[in-house]
């Protein structure tokens, strides 16, 4: 009789072995699980933090460095609050053709052909109206660049409330894009932006 209750009792210690042991190894699967389902949203998270504006480089207007170029500036700045698909990148035109996607805290330095006919259009995604239906909005600017001369221009968000958010594009003295990019921290997007930062 002591001999089957000791095979009971150790075939009851075995079972309880394996039990605790298949726990642990569940536990350790689901640790590296949670490990990684904590890991692989803090790594999206900075790539989505890593976007930059984007130089399309094939425009026509786009001079070279070592040219009689017009060096300028486009500076977008921070807003005081997000302001949803409006926080997206901005489209800039340079006479109907796209020349930069602008991302938000973000400034690139361009070599721009001299001329005194350019039309900026600046176009952005809102929300408009009391169903916060999306559209395309289309501001367009003049502007004149004369050869060796550095421009600043700041875009900044305009909230239209219902009638959805739109974008300006003003120039800026040297001091004061500087001022803007220090107090902003904004991000040199672009080369020509990195070897020549505000």
């Not at 689901?30 to 890593?50: D, E, M, Q, W, Y």
Request: proline letters at 3%.
């Amino acid at each position: 009789m002591r001999g089957l209750v000791r095979g009971v009792v150790a075939g009851r210690f075995c079972q309880k072995i394996k039990h605790i042991t298949a726990l642990f190894a569940f536990y350790q699967r689901t640790k590296i699980r949670r490990n990684l389902v904590c890991f692989f949203p803090i790594v999206i998270l900075a790539l989505s933090g890593c976007s930059t504006s984007k130089i399309f480089d094939r425009h026509p207007l786009l001079a070279e460095s070592g040219s009689d170029a017009a060096k300028v500036y486009f500076i977008r700045s921070q807003t005081e609050r997000r302001m949803g698909i409006s926080d997206n990148a901005l489209i800039v035109d340079f006479n109907g053709e796209q020349a930069v996607s602008l991302e938000k805290g973000e400034y690139v330095v361009l070599n721009l052909v001299p001329r005194d006919d350019y039309t900026i259009t600046l176009k952005n995604r809102t929300e408009v109206g009391p169903r916060w239906d999306v559209k395309w909005m289309s501001k367009k600017y003049q502007f004149d660049f004369d050869a060796d001369k550095t421009y600043y221009i700041e875009i900044k968000s305009i909230d239209g409330e219902f009638r959805g958010i739109f974008f300006v594009a003003k120039n800026l003295a040297r001091y004061q894009a500087k001022q803007l990019a220090q107090l902003q921290n904004l991000r040199a997007a672009g080369a020509h932006a990195k070897k020549s930062p505000l």
